[in-house]
C-alpha cells in the first residue's frame, strides 16, 4: 500500500505560481510511475505530468510553465506551477503507479484557484 498526501494548493492571482507537494509513505519502492492529475468542474480528470524512470512529460497545456520533481530522500514529488492562469484552477491530486502487480494510488487532492 501507498499512502499520498499532497499539500501547497491555495488561491493565487493570474500569472502567480504555486508548488505543489505530494508526501508519500508506505510501498513505495515499488512506484514505477509518478504522476499530477487535475479535475476542473465538470471536466474530466486530465493527467498534467508525469515521471518514468527519471524521464518527465508534460501535457501540451502546460508544457513550459509546470514543471514536475520527485526528491527521493525525502520521498516527496512536486509539481512547480509557474504563469497560472485562471484555466489552471482545478483540484491538483497525486499518483502513484505500480506495474508489477498492478495497483494504482491517488491522494486526496488540493485546491489550486487562480483569479484573473
Known amino acids: 500500500q501507498v499512502q499520498l498526501v499532497e499539500s501547497g494548493g491555495g488561491l493565487v492571482q493570474a500569472g502567480g505560481s504555486l508548488t505543489l507537494s505530494c508526501a508519500a509513505s508506505?510501498?513505495?519502492?515499488?512506484?514505477?510511475?509518478w504522476a499530477w492529475y487535475r479535475q476542473s468542474s465538470g471536466k474530466q480528470r486530465e493527467l498534467v505530468a508525469s515521471?518514468?524512470?527519471?524521464?518527465?512529460g508534460n501535457s501540451p497545456s502546460v508544457k513550459g510553465r509546470f514543471t514536475i520533481s520527485r526528491n527521493n530522500a525525502k520521498n516527496t514529488l512536486y509539481l512547480q506551477t509557474n504563469n497560472l492562469t485562471p484555466e489552471d484552477t482545478a483540484v491538483y491530486y497525486c499518483?502513484?503507479?505500480?506495474?508489477?502487480?498492478?495497483?494504482?494510488?491517488w491522494g486526496q487532492g488540493t485546491q489550486v484557484t487562480v483569479s484573473s
Open positions: 499518483n502513484a503507479r505500480c506495474h508489477v502487480p498492478k495497483a494504482e494510488y
Open positions: 515521471i518514468l524512470s527519471g524521464v518527465t
Open positions: 508506505g510501498s513505495i519502492s515499488s512506484i514505477d510511475v
